[in-house]
């Protein structure tokens, strides 16, 4: 398994502001992938953070709005720019190791 | 594209069996996970599904159809501890690269 680290676990964040996200894994991993779950839904792909090169991000989702960082193996940013009240979310990030989808624990932002 | 449908809530007894049902359309296959959420938490792994077939794990069992775009997820012994949301994702390799896309889950209540 992965063991992965998010930080912050949580912030309360004022319109307009921009927060960044950091995700460290204990361990090399190829693929990581950023997620976004709205309060009461499921998961929502953001994009997947690319080892060297820009994220691939899904449809709905522009690197202007949700920059990604992925300098190594190891570590990735999300940054959530621009804030609004529709923001508020869980941001979670994940990691295939050994086939398997492993999550952090997440980061709650709650835009004012 | 793809897309995943699993009921929105179920309600079951404490003791009894349940099965949580999923299918899905997606055109680039790679395995079908379930996840446990329970409120507050990131996603729990559960299983995973790659041929056809049933994959048991103590009182958790998978079983999947690639033919008919099927899966379930079957609970025995329910326990109290069980109410929580359980999430069908499958990975998807049709754009290149491989991306886990979750449907919106199942909430599922055990009652005493």
């Known amino acids: 398994s992965a063991v992965i680290s998010q930080k912050p676990s949580r912030d309360i964040c004022q319109r307009g502001t921009s927060l960044t996200i950091q995700c460290q894994v204990d361990s090399q991993v190829t693929m990581m992938f950023w997620y976004r779950q709205q309060p009461g839904q499921s998961l929502t792909l953001i994009a997947t953070a690319n080892q060297g090169s820009e994220a691939t991000y899904e449809s709905g989702f522009v690197i202007d709005k949700f920059p990604i960082s992925r300098p190594n193996l190891t570590f990735s940013t999300l940054t959530v720019s621009n804030m609004s009240p529709e923001d508020s979310s869980i941001y979670l990030c994940?990691?295939?190791?050994?086939?398997?989808?492993?999550f952090g624990e997440g980061s709650r932002l709650t835009v004012l | 594209g793809q897309n995943i449908d699993q009921p929105t809530e179920m309600t079951a007894t404490e003791g009894a069996i349940v099965q949580i049902n999923c299918t899905y359309q997606?055109?680039?296959?790679?395995?079908l996970f379930w996840y446990q959420q329970h409120a507050g938490e990131a996603p729990t792994f559960l299983s995973y599904?790659?041929?056809?077939g049933l994959e048991e794990k103590g009182r958790f069992s998978s079983f999947l159809s690639r033919s008919k775009g099927y899966s379930y997820l079957l609970l025995k012994e329910l326990q109290m501890k069980d109410s929580a949301s359980y999430l069908c994702a499958v990975r998807d390799r049709s754009t290149g690269g491989f991306k886990t896309i979750f449907g919106a889950g199942t909430r599922l209540f055990v009652k005493a």
């Open positions: 994940s990691v295939v190791t050994l086939g398997e989808l492993f």
């Open positions: 599904n790659v041929l056809d």
């Open positions: 997606t055109s680039g296959f790679n395995g």
